[in-house]
């Protein structure tokens, strides 16, 4: 069982109450305020599990899940004082492995983090560990998208969200399959597919935005489900079907550039599609992400107007 800890509370108190209590059982506990650190300190120094709470000043604790999960496979319990069942849905679906309200038992605690430690190898980085056969570096175009204001969706009608969510899952994971591409993951609002061929990458995110705005004039402006997209090629790592690195991160920051039902494109992608695809793109300029050295440069794809 691993034994280091990495706790994010903006309590300092309980900050401090769970680390002199896990410390006393021998574990090694870092603890952090806010979720400005979290990546930097996973990585520097690989915790085996992370207890993460939702109400974080800020960022909050979803987001932060999101950033994690977007590059890392490190366990996370999630800890807060909301009860509210909409909040543990998302963070399970976003890819916590266990969730645990306030007030809580540090005894509680501990048995639960005995017990995801012990079904969870820890894993450190996503992609570590290249020397095994079962990783390898493929060029790949990324499409990465999510749900614009799930979590307002989801406190308002929660069965009625989790219902449209599942039938636009399915949605987008069959034009994906039309378009020769494979769905990677799809935790919560997220969706991650890849695709051996740009061309066919951009067109699938076309397609998928056109079904979709057809069925959200269907539904109250307040209810409709809108995705942004963002589309990337890069080198990736593969390991065991999971895709990591820095062509993955880069879908994923482009599509948080996308307006709510649109696509944006990095410019890798752009210089491959501007002769081949019959769609107007425009400019963003060259936006400076996160984890990313270099800024990159961002197009929106115009797709209700042809070029």
Not at 8 to 19: C, G, N, P, S
Not at 149 to 158: A, H, I, K, P, Q
Not at 169 to 189: E, M, N, Q, Y
Request: hydrophobic share 40%; glycine share 8%; net charge neutral.
């Amino acid at each position: 069982m691993g034994n280091k800890v990495l706790v994010i509370d903006d309590d300092e108190k309980l900050r401090k109450l769970v680390a002199e209590y896990l410390e006393g059982y021998g574990f090694q506990v870092r603890t952090l305020p806010d979720g400005r650190s979290v990546l930097s300190t996973i990585r520097n120094e690989s915790p085996d599990i992370v207890i993460l709470d939702i109400m974080l000043p800020g960022k909050d604790g979803l987001e932060v899940l999101k950033e994690i999960r977007s590059e890392l496979s490190v366990a996370v319990i999630m800890l807060t004082a909301k009860g509210d069942d909409a909040d543990r849905i998302v963070g399970l679906e976003l890819g916590a492995d266990d969730y645990l309200p306030k007030p809580f038992n540090p005894r509680e605690l501990l048995a639960r983090i005995k017990a995801v430690t012990r079904r969870i190898p820890p894993k450190g980085l996503a992609g570590e560990g290249e020397t095994s056969q079962s990783v390898q570096r493929q060029l790949k175009a990324i499409l990465s998208a999510d749900v614009k204001d799930y979590s307002r969706l989801m406190s308002e009608s929660e069965m009625w969200t989790i219902q449209i969510l599942k039938e636009y899952r399915s949605l987008i994971a069959s034009h994906v399959r039309k378009h020769l591409g494979r769905v990677v993951d799809s935790p919560g609002d997220n969706l991650l597919a890849e695709f051996g061929s740009v061309v066919h990458a951009v067109e699938c995110a076309v397609e998928i935005q056109k079904n979709l705005s057809t069925r959200n004039k269907a539904l109250p402006g307040e209810k409709r489900m809108e995705y942004r997209i963002g589309v990337n090629v890069g080198d990736v790592v593969i390991d065991r079907g999971k895709l990591y690195g820095d062509g993955v991160n880069i879908a994923a920051r482009i599509e948080k550039l996308a307006e709510p039902g649109g696509i944006a494109v990095s410019g890798t992608v752009y210089d491959e599609i501007e002769n081949k695809l019959p769609l107007s793109c425009e400019y963003l300029g060259a936006h400076a992400v996160k984890n990313i050295q270099k800024p990159i440069r961002v197009y929106r794809v115009n797709w209700l107007l042809p070029k």
